[in-house]
């Protein structure tokens, strides 16, 4: 329970009346279908926070007033109006308007039923005067028919006779929604942006014709009352300046119920199309009419009937956060543009926050939840970016670049952003629009995109990039001065996400031009003669892509994530408090870009959008160094933050990040859903659990799938789209099973294993932890190199004259070679340059070579061999994994590479021992879960690097801590024991990876 809030059955129930949740219920309670959007504010006009009446799209122009102006600084935004309300219906029982505030709430109850597509409100009510009435409201914006929003208003008297009073109207007099001091909302418009062209009402209809004055656009208000009582009533008609009103009176005795159909049409036009807008919009009405509430509800419920076959995301374990799941996919599909022209505000059609401006949120946050569950939803979402690629252009053109410059926020095209650090610095938009293109042709089989419009983007694209980079000796190709999606670190050199983006930009591009020119050449044609393409320009693209720099700190084993990053002081969290959150209300810019601190996840994001490029161990560490950087602040982050934790075993925070953004909304975490809802949190939901717990990656040429379910949960089910075929994927604790449910046939991986399916074939696959392989240490596992490391250490000692005995040489097991060597450094009074330490290391190494030749078959550790030829028996592989660089010498000298199917050294790896990545990197090339596998080791830091990595780990030496199972030699380490000891000790906690130090 949320408050007053119950989700159950595909309803969101509201219950009882809370006024302090008004705000936020007028939000949550909205009903849209992505061209109208109607905020949930009661009909009665009482009790309200803020009435809204939306229309993607329809804006109007306001100038941006700069203390400062600057060459390229945006002159004008567009700002989404608040329309005249058709809502309007008030209700006087004996003179006395029904009003909350007033009277007594004998009981309310308001669902919005996900199922429907309908709001309903029952309330009993009685008035200041005694008298008792029953209000039933029904109503919905249909998803069938755009212009289109109906009601069936229902009152009764409980108290015998009344005086009954109905006034059904549009109200004119509506606010443009601001707060002041907050960028997160609307900008200040003139009172009465809207201009009346024509008002006109009879008995029956009423309609409005407005203009605005800067953006020229049209608007049509119409309205259609028919009420229904077996009382005698009177009808009359009222138009004002600021009013047109239908008022009905009656006089019921008690049993008369009195029902209004009220039906809304409306609809905009440039005012050069007017001439068809009062036809379309006033034949929508009609049509409505003459089909009636009942008909329209009944269409409402087929339509969501055929949605939700594809959109639905079962969850099994938890029945309030399914609800919730469905409740933001309700608001995703409320809030999504029609045929190309609009796209998806950040705030949806619920509310004037960010004026209704879309945002890279709309490609990166939902498109992929329509590509796999409605593609030519998808496909319309991308059609407007090419609908405003003339203005990207023009952009470009203004910032003194070629090619095209997608705005940070617009509406029409326009750039709307004020604040060029967070606004237009954000070049990586472009490569998103890039990204999600790219997507969309691979997942849905669409080539025929390309030709049309898909091509042309992406060529524009690359042509900005290729026009903003330099040539830096020393690094290749930079993005200087970019702003990632990080907004609290602005203006930055080689921003890593921006930097990986735009080479995936540079290089789809270049291969889509290659594809044309080779196997669509006459389109090819077209499309460069349009743009002037030259062939020139496409390799310029190629070389970029090859040499652009991506920043990398090899002491860390982390991506920066810019240049200069990691330079910075981290932020003092401990001395911010909670109040102090969001910062961008609290602290000036320069103070909080100084920092390192986060509001959105960089990094980590790019390493999910890009997963193939990274290694698991690159991510872990790219997650454990940000994660705590990142505030909370901004609702695009913990979807992410989910996904990462999934991938990486981190189950219990992925749960936590999992609930923030399912719940965001109605929780209200923000403190702004009054605003609207946060629709890339919504899209978030979706990402979280198909990116997330199904483990879906698709930026490969197959989709992939490493499903893990969380230990609340029971099952998992959802749809995905691909190509044509419908494939659906059942989640459980130990299996998953994967049915083909319609297509001729798709091929895709689950983990290591490629899948192919025929039309309605299931396969089912076990995901409980099996033995796949096993993972050796070199030292103390396979043979004793000890002394030889001891005899090599001090005769580099000796050189240096410097103390060393048996005793720190046990300090330097499992510890890498620099590393060790520092150690022993630390007890001379002589100071070593890195070169000089470097050059030390090299020396012990040449010792350590000339011992290690010495080695033969009779130094293997008892049983080793045994088991090596065993294991290979059984079907599992092996691999060895040592910071030794030497181990693959050794290993040939001891003649058994022969049983290994992959060899891991110091050669090959950025951070040694505790880091998993050694043990990662194994597993990887193996392709092998880590679940599935066994790491055997000697020294503390490889039990810590086994458990960290989510192996079964087994320590060689009674004196090991944390090892999931120990054995005093290797002569006790045999095959038939492991298997036995895994299968005891799989389950949770091998599922989860260790963070221990």
């Known amino acids: 329970m949320i408050d007053s809030y119950k989700l159950k059955d595909w309803k969101v129930i509201e219950e009882p009346f809370l006024r302090d949740l008004v705000p936020r219920s007028e939000t949550l309670f909205s009903l849209g279908n992505g061209y109208l959007g109607l905020r949930g504010a009661f009909e009665e006009k009482r009790e309200v926070y803020h009435s809204g009446s939306y229309l993607n799209g329809f804006y109007e122009i306001i100038p941006i007033t700069y203390g400062e102006w600057a060459y390229g600084y945006p002159q004008y935004k567009q700002r989404m109006l608040n329309l005249p309300d058709g809502t309007v219906i008030k209700l006087f029982v004996n003179g006395e308007p029904l009003d909350l505030s007033r009277g007594k709430i004998i009981s309310y109850r308001r669902i919005l039923d996900l199922r429907e597509g309908s709001l309903e409100r029952t309330l009993k009510w009685e008035s200041p005067g005694g008298k008792k009435i029953l209000l039933t409201v029904k109503k919905i914006v249909s998803f069938t028919r755009k212009n289109v929003a109906a009601f069936k208003w229902q009152c009764k008297s409980l108290d015998g006779k009344v005086t009954l009073k109905i006034e059904s109207g549009i109200d004119l007099e509506v606010r443009q929604y601001r707060k002041k001091y907050d960028p997160r909302t609307g900008s200040a418009v003139s009172p009465k942006p809207l201009h009346i062209e024509k008002q006109q009402i009879d008995q029956k209809t009423g309609f409005l014709c407005l203009r605005t004055k800067a953006s020229n656009l049209v608007l049509l208000c119409s309205m259609s009352n028919l009420l229904k009582c077996s009382a ?219 030709f049309l419009c898909g091509a042309e983007m992406l060529f524009e694209t690359a042509r900005f990039w290729t026009s903003l980079g330099d040539y830096i000796p020393g690094k290749g190709f930079c993005l200087n001065v970019v702003t990632g999606p990080d907004e609290y670190t602005a203006l930055v050199n080689n921003n890593t996400f921006t930097n990986l983006m735009a080479r995936d930009n540079l290089k789809y591009a270049s291969d889509v031009a290659s594809l044309l020119n080779s196997e669509y050449k006459r389109d090819y044609t077209c499309i460069a003669k349009k743009i002037g393409l030259k062939d020139t320009e496409i390799e310029d693209w190629k070389q970029a892509a090859d040499e652009i720099y991506i920043p990398f700190d090899r002491r860390l084993g982390v991506f920066p994530q810019d240049d200069t990053f990691m330079e910075k002081a981290v932020w003092d969290f401990a001395s911010t408090g909670d109040e102090q959150y969001p910062l961008l209300l609290h602290f000036h810019p320069l103070n909080i870009y100084r920092y390192q601190i986060l509001k959105q996840p960089d990094v980590v994001l790019v390493q999910v959008l890009q997963s193939r490029h990274f290694s698991l161990a690159e991510k872990r560490r790219n997650f454990d160094y940000y994660d705590p950087l990142t505030t909370g602040d901004s609702s695009l982050a913990p979807a992410i933050q989910c996904i990462a934790s999934v991938e990486l075993g981190y189950m219990e925070k992925a749960m936590e990040y999992f609930i923030k953004t399912t719940r965001l909304d109605l929780d209200d975490i923000n403190k702004n859903v009054k605003d609207g809802i946060h629709m890339a949190a919504m899209g978030g939901t979706w990402l979280a659990l198909v990116y997330g717990f199904g483990g879906l990656r698709d930026d490969g040429e197959l989709i992939k799938f490493s499903p893990h379910l969380p230990a609340e949960w029971s099952r998992i089910c ?178 058994v590479k022969e049983y290994f199917n992959f060899i891991v050294d110091a050669n090959t790896i950025v951070v040694g021992k505790p880091d998993p990545e050694i043990f990662i990197k194994a597993a990887e090339a193996l392709e092998v879960p880590c679940r599935n596998c066994a790491g055997v080791e000697d020294a503390q830091v490889g039990i810590e690097a086994i458990n960290r990595a989510g192996m079964f780990s087994i320590g060689v030496g009674d004196y090991l801590k944390n090892a999931h199972w120990k054995i005093p030699h290797t002569g006790k380490l045999t095959a038939e024991e492991l298997l036995k000891q895994f299968e005891k000790k799989q389950g949770a906690r091998l599922l989860n990876f260790d963070k221990s130090d």
Request: glycine content about 6%; proline content about 3%; hydrophobic content about 35%.
């Open 718 to 895: 959802f749809r995905l789209a691909v190509k044509g075929a419908l494939l659906e994927m059942d989640i459980y604790p130990e299996k998953v099973l994967y049915t083909l449910l319609s297509g001729e046939d798709l091929t895709f991986f689950h983990e290591y294993r490629k899948i192919s399916l025929r039309k309605e074939q299931k396969v089912e696959l076990s995901t409980r932890p099996r033995l796949e392989a096993v993972i050796f240490d070199l030292d103390g596992v396979i043979t004793d190199t000890a002394e030889c490391h001891y005899k090599a250490w001090k005769m580099l000692a000796e050189e240096l004259e410097v103390p060393f005995d048996r005793k720190l040489n046990q300090k330097l097991r499992g510890v890498g070679r620099i590393e060790s060597l520092k150690l022993i450094l630390n007890r001379s009074a002589k100071h070593y340059s890195e070169e000089s330490i470097k050059e030390l290391a090299d020396r012990k190494n040449d010792f350590y070579r000339k011992l290690i030749e010495q080695l033969g078959p009779s130094d293997l550790l008892p049983g080793i061999e045994k088991l090596l030829k065993d294991l290979r028996r059984m079907g599992i592989k092996t691999a060895l994994a040592s910071a030794s660089r030497n181990a693959q010498r050794v290993i040939e000298l001891l003649k």
């Open 232 to 450: 005698p009533f009177k009808t009359e008609t009222e138009s004002k300046s600021n009013l047109l009103n239908h008022i009905f009176k009656a006089e019921t005795k008690g049993e008369e119920e009195i029902t209004l159909y009220k039906y809304l049409s409306y609809g905009y036009s440039r005012n050069f199309m007017r001439y068809t807008l009062e036809s379309d919009v006033l034949g929508a009405l009609k049509e409505a009419e003459t089909a009636g509430f009942d008909s329209l509800l009944n269409e409402q419920i087929q339509f969501l009937e055929r949605f939700w076959a594809k959109a639905d995301v079962q969850i099994e374990g938890d029945a309030f956060l399914q609800e919730c799941v469905r409740f933001n996919i309700f608001h995703i599909l409320q809030a999504t543009g029609y045929g190309g022209k609009t796209s998806i505000p950040a705030k949806g059609l619920t509310g004037e926050g960010y004026e209704g401006h879309y945002f890279w949120d709309a490609e990166m946050y939902v498109l992929p939840f329509f590509l796999y569950t409605h593609p030519n939803t998808a496909r319309e979402i991308l059609l407007y970016r090419y609908c405003i690629l003339d203005k990207a252009r023009k952009r470009a053109g203004e910032l003194h670049h070629r090619g095209a410059l997608y705005p940070w926020r617009t509406i029409n095209g326009d750039e709307c952003s004020g604040y060029y650090p967070a606004g237009t610095a954000q070049y990586h938009i472009n490569a998103d629009i890039a990204y999600m293109i790219r997507k969309y042709v691979n997942v849905s089989g669409d080539t025929s995109f390309l």
